[in-house]
């Protein structure tokens, strides 16, 4: 955990920068952008929803794929409200809402710097008495209103793999220490929702459900904090805008017996990225007792019967794509002008090589489609025959793209082609035929 006398200062003045490049260049747009905008919700633009796939992808290989000991999941979005009282969150789910009566903002209390004090008119003691709102989106099942089932869009992922415990044991022949992994889309009725893509209305989880014997689970929450932590140190994160930061036991749920947050350092200050909880046997219990069935393991080896703890490490995709964004943001000089880059990790770089014609010449092109026929079926590719090749590679600079790959009118005799690295800028002449296996020692 870090001093904080030490950590270093947020850059306020990233967080615009972030804004601009994502509708300059393609990763995200205002939703409903033509009728003015919906609030809270983005869009992921043809570079967005590269970047925002290989954060998810990266978190599936590091979970899953390269585990023998988690499986996969993917639940249903709409859900009975049966899950959600036995879960707690139709009485507990809420947040403090409060009204100006000046001005008619809604703000959520316990975020605001002075709790007497309307951040939107400045008046000072015209807030209503607080008031609990519940963040859960209702909506009925069924062609008529007055006799369709009410069930709720999740709030979170973690509910699907509690209810399926039973059905994932049985079918995986999996047992404790194992884990439940799932991505997807979670809805939250946010009083305040802002700072970008940070925190919306409709986001996406990539969250772990690993269940564990009850005399283990302290290591294995250990365990769950470094390794969480490590994944975004090894993904290009840097270490002195990251750190783990144990809950206060004031700030515990009821159910916790552990709780540590990895945050980073945002152009507002740190906040969350990722929650490793320890919730004990809290949620298997709820299910069980609510829905009857059995949700416990019997060990034949030891001939005992227990209901597993359950570590939980929960972050969300789209507030990490953006972490992930403002982390790789680089400006610096390069002969009186300013190059803008993005330092991306080349696992999470929207496209990994972009392949440039230095003209569109005739001449040129065939070859420079030959070359996008080697490597576009091992990688995402970018083709760009426009403008001169100085604004070509600013543009892939800005999107992150590890390597160019120019093809010039020496390609014609020497069957040759320039590869630029993004970082350095340096240049490399390559043989046609051996382009694949240079790139594949790069990008492995």
């Known amino acids: 955990m870090s001093d904080a006398s030490t950590d270093p200062r947020p850059d306020e003045s990233l967080f615009d920068k972030i804004v601009n490049l994502s509708k300059r260049r393609g990763f995200v747009f205002q939703s409903a952008e033509i009728y003015g905008g919906f609030r ?52 507990n789910f809420t947040d403090p809402l409060v009204d100006c ?14 709790p007497d004090v309307c951040p939107t008119c400045g ?5 209503t008495e607080a008031r609990q709102f519940n963040l859960m989106f209702k909506t009925h099942a069924g062609p008529m209103v007055e006799s369709a089932a009410e069930v709720y869009l999740r709030p979170e992922t973690a509910q699907g793999m509690f209810v399926n415990f039973s059905n994932v044991l049985n079918t995986s022949r999996k047992k404790p220490p194992f884990g439940i992994a799932q991505i997807g889309k979670s809805f939250r009725n946010e009083i305040t929702p802002g700072n970008f893509v940070f925190r919306t209305r409709e986001f996406e989880q990539m969250e772990l459900e690993f269940f564990v014997p009850p005399a283990d689970a302290a290591q294995w929450y250990e365990y769950w904090c470094q390794t969480r932590m490590q994944w975004y140190l090894d993904h290009g994160m840097p270490p002195e805008k990251l750190r ?18 990895v945050e980073f350092l945002f152009p507002w200050g740190w906040d969350e990225l990722e929650g490793i909880a320890n919730r004990g046997d809290y949620d298997l219990t709820q299910h069980a007792m609510h829905s009857g069935d ?12 227990y209901r597993p703890h359950v570590i939980e490490p929960a972050a969300g995709a789209t507030r990490t794509m953006m972490a992930f964004l403002l982390a790789a943001y680089d400006e ?34 065939p070859v420079a489609q030959e070359v996008l026929a080697m490597v576009q079926p091992r990688w995402m590719c970018d083709y760009d025959e426009t403008q001169a090749i100085g604004r070509r590679y600013r543009r892939q600079d800005e999107l992150g793209t590890p390597y160019c790959v120019t093809i010039d ?36």
């Not at 783990?244 to 947050?261: F, N, P, V």
């Not at 999470?348 to 010449?361: I, R």
Request: aromatic content about 8%; hydrophobic content about 35%; overall charge negative.
């Open 123 to 127: 008046v000072k003691g015209q807030f």
């Open 244 to 261: 783990l930061r144990a809950h206060d036991a004031d700030e515990l749920s009821h159910y916790s017996s552990g709780t540590s947050d």
């Open 332 to 365: 610096e000089d390069v002969r009186g002008e300013t190059r803008v880059v993005l330092r991306l990790h080349h696992r999470l770089a929207p496209y990994k090589v972009a392949v440039l014609p230095l003209s569109k010449k005739d001449t040129l092109v």
């Open 409 to 444: 009118f020496d390609t014609l005799d020497d069957r040759a082609v320039t590869v630029r690295e993004r970082d350095s800028m340096e240049q490399e002449r390559v043989a046609i035929a051996d382009l694949v296996s240079y790139l594949d020692e790069r990008l492995r």
């Open 294 to 305: 059995k949700l416990d393991y019997f060990d034949q080896e030891t001939n005992t019967r």
């Open 40 to 91: 809270s919700t983005y869009d992921y633009g043809p570079i967005g929803v590269l970047l925002l796939r290989n954060v998810k992808d990266a978190w599936w290989r590091s979970m899953v794929q390269m585990r023998t000991d988690v499986v996969g999941l993917d639940a249903s979005i709409l859900s009975p409200p049966a899950i959600w009282e036995a879960s707690g969150h139709l009485k």
């Open 101 to 114: 009566r000046n001005c008619g903002a809604r703000h959520r209390q316990d975020k605001l710097d002075d």
